[in-house]
């Protein structure tokens, strides 16, 4: 990666014109142009989830669970905001120009509830997104009227060989006598397949497992048959209770020319492109949000316990490292949304890493905040209820082991890349410092594009790998910083130990990259997957650090050492490597400043936002 990585400028840009404050969508309220301001709005608006008069609280929400119902009036809310329109290019009408605002906006409904931010927003996102990368302009328009006016979008994937519920059954398309398609199939377990009245479709229209076998369709429900559509009932399902999951049969339905996205047989093409918005979105929106609220609850545990707010000993460890945790893997989550926003034709690998990381790291953290809380991770009242709610909801939004699956396959591979890299010589460039830098302007007056999303690899300058060169870049760096103090001095250990893992790492792949090629996938790739993207977390860890503003409000902790040290200490135990503790008063430092932020109402992500 370059230190150029700028997204292709707008009209107005060439012109020098000034970005407005404020953006009006076609038909919506007029709202800050910011992201962060309007995530702030969100938060605002939503209110206290602990209040108990607040229709949008933890009391509302947990009985709309319990009645297995989305929370009526907080999509109502939603809706009235205009929450669709975050989903729709600005220059469709919408509010959309960047990823990292889009998942700042959608953080403060994840916080609140999973299912909710699911099924009243981003899952219409993952839709659009293929009409917005490869749709025509009917299709784009109409697609973006729907949005903005309120309606609903789904998505049907493929069928995936190992896949849970959600990705079982298909579709599949023959031509028309006539002309168009018709379609016949079915999937059980679709989110608001019950009330969208827009689908996109990955529909299989040739035999065999090619990379040709799908294509991509536009099911507007207003152009179709009655009698060849049928909703089926909904299902019941463990995690995300409130989300109408329900079922979609297609019976001979007759389909025009014109519902077809891009060309024929373009499906597992488009979707290889379009997942790596929805990898980003699912680690740095929900799963990260989720987290977020997750400790929240921890932390008042100890608040209502006897001894009060008190974070000494076994518990004040483990909250000073799931802290850390979620700091560090917020770290490698804006590093890819601010990679899509910056250069997305460059996000194909590290999207994938950023879910694959998140969501393993996430998982184990939500585990040590359960023996935590003890018996009120049982709790179902409003105070704690959130909590088991999480437990359930967290795996769905991470579409659990085939989400693994699906990760995995696009990194494995890419490892057998960089070994071939690395035998080869290839020379290291550092991924840029606006990577790591949370909220801060991209390319003056660039607005994302997903017509410029890649589904090959791509490595410019023929760099190894930019974000592990950022590890040893930092870590370099770092050996300058020892006479700071012993918490520098450690932090250059481990910045030291954990370089010697991506070299390490390296001629490992380079020994994958030796096999021959009709061996298939070694074991020990999988396992050098686990590693490597540990390493990215480290990575991007090392340089929010290093980039942060001290001066910037909630920057001072992000510019010391303490939660890096921490974070880095747990992820070079994962690896398995040998290092000492980490100095007296990290983890009791760390813990106050997780204290000061609860006790303020502040965000435990990057972005410390006022919470309501």
């Not at 959130?386 to 085939?402: E, I, M, N, S, T």
């Not at 893992?501 to 074991?523: D, M």
Request: aromatic share 6%; net charge neutral.
């Amino acid at each position: 990666m370059n230190d150029n990585l700028t997204a292709a400028p707008t009209p107005a840009a060439a012109s020098g014109a000034a970005a407005p404050a404020v953006r009006r969508t076609a038909d919506g309220p007029c709202l800050p142009a910011d992201g962060a301001a309007r995530a702030q709005h969100v938060e605002d608006l939503l209110g206290d989830p602990f209040a108990e008069d607040n229709p949008h609280g933890q009391r509302a929400l947990l009985a709309a669970d319990e009645r297995r119902q989305a929370p009526a009036a907080t999509e109502d809310l939603l809706q009235r905001f205009g929450l669709g329109a975050e989903f729709v290019p600005a220059l469709l009408g919408g509010r959309l120009t960047g990823v990292e605002d889009l998942a700042q906006v959608l953080r403060p409904v994840f916080r609140r509830d999973v299912a909710l931010g699911f099924g009243a927003g981003m899952t219409a996102l993952f839709a659009a997104s293929v009409v917005w990368t490869a749709g025509d302009g009917r299709q784009r328009r109409d697609t973006a009227r729907r949005l903005l006016q309120g309606g609903r979008i789904t998505i049907l994937h493929r069928e995936f060989v190992h896949a849970n519920a959600i990705l079982r059954g298909e579709y599949s398309a023959r031509p028309a006598p006539g002309g168009g398609f018709v379609v016949d199939g079915r999937k059980d377990v679709v989110i608001n397949a019950d009330r969208a009245d827009a689908f996109v479709a990955y529909v299989r229209t040739a035999d065999g497992d090619g990379p040709d076998s799908h294509s991509v369709f536009l099911l507007q429900t207003d152009r179709l048959p009655s009698h060849a559509v049928h909703r089926l009932p909904r299902v019941r399902t463990h995690g995300m209770r409130g989300a109408h999951y329900a079922g979609l049969d297609l019976v001979q339905c007759p389909v025009p020319a014109d519902a077809l996205i891009g060309r024929l047989g373009e499906g597992i093409h488009l979707s290889l492109r379009t997942f790596q918005v929805s990898r980003a979105l699912v680690a740095g929106g929900a799963l990260v949000a989720g987290m977020d609220s997750a400790l929240r609850y921890a932390v008042r545990a100890l608040g209502d316990s006897r001894r009060g707010l008190v974070l000494g000993g076994r518990r004040g460890r483990v909250l000073a490292g799931v802290f850390a945790d979620l700091l560090a893997c917020d770290s490698l989550a804006v590093a890819g949304l601010r990679l899509l926003d910056l250069a997305p034709e460059y996000a194909l690998i590290p999207s994938a890493a950023v879910k694959y990381a998140v969501s393993a790291l996430l998982h184990e953290d939500l585990d040590e905040l359960a023996a935590v809380l003890g018996a009120r991770g049982y709790d179902r009242g409003p105070a704690y209820g959130g909590f088991q709610k999480l437990v359930r909801d967290l795996p769905v939004a991470g579409l659990g082991h085939a989400g693994t699956a699906d990760t995995q396959a696009v990194l494995v591979p890419h490892l057998h890349t960089l070994g071939h890299a690395a035998r080869r010589g290839a020379p290291w460039q550092e991924a840029p410092a606006a990577l790591f830098t949370p909220g801060a302007p991209g390319a003056p007056e660039s607005a994302f594009d997903f017509r410029r999303l890649n589904a090959e690899p791509r490595d410019p300058h023929h760099a190894c790998d930019g974000l592990l060169a950022a590890l040893l870049g930092a870590a370099a760096r770092l050996e300058g910083k020892r006479d700071r103090g012993p918490r520098w001095a450690a932090l250059a250990d481990l910045g030291r130990a954990l370089a010697a893992e991506v070299h390490h790492l390296t001629q490992r792949c380079a020994a994958l990259a030796g096999r021959p090629e009709n061996t298939g996938p070694s074991p020990a790739a999988y396992v050098l997957v686990d590693r490597y993207c540990l390493l990215l977390a480290a990575a991007s860890c090392l340089a929010v650090c290093e980039n942060a503003a001290p001066h910037a409000p909630h920057g001072a902790l992000l510019a010391e050492p303490d939660w890096a040290l921490l974070a880095l200490t747990r992820f070079a135990r994962r690896l398995g490597l040998e290092v000492p503790d980490v100095p007296d008063g990290v983890i009791p430092d760390l813990a106050a400043a997780l204290v000061d932020r609860y006790r303020h109402g502040h965000s435990f992500d990057l972005y410390a936002m006022r919470l309501a």
